[in-house]
């Protein structure tokens, strides 16, 4: 398996932008999938963004447009950019890597978007 670590979340005003960044504690080269997951209080997790091995990306309906998913290999880092924010992107923010059917899982972080 292989730790993660978010970073990168905090306070912002709508309409604002944030990056968030997850460590990996070893090389994502050979990694299937990485991804963003969400949850909001009193909500379900939702996938934020999830970009494979070889570069594709995919969105949930509610971030198409806004955010941006990428990974640098190099630097063993998943990074997700995230612009023209709204209250309801307020939630924990979860990094995912999936390797033969097996997912790690970092312990979050918080992003607050002020209306």
């Known amino acids: 398996q292989v730790q993660l670590v978010e970073s990168g979340g905090g306070l912002v005003q709508a309409g604002g932008s944030l990056r968030l960044s997850c460590a990996a504690s070893r090389s994502i080269f050979s990694i299937d999938a990485m991804g963003w997951n969400r949850q909001g209080s009193g909500k379900e997790r939702e996938t934020v963004a999830v970009i494979s091995s070889g570069g594709t990306t995919h969105y949930g309906d509610s971030v198409k447009g806004r955010f941006t998913i990428s990974r640098d290999n190099a630097k063993n880092t998943l990074y997700l950019q995230m612009n023209s924010l709204k209250p309801e992107d307020t939630g924990m923010y979860y990094c995912?890597?999936?390797?033969?059917?097996?997912?790690?899982w970092g312990q979050g972080t918080q992003v607050t978007v002020s209306s």
């Open positions: 995912a890597a999936i390797k033969d059917g097996s997912s790690s």
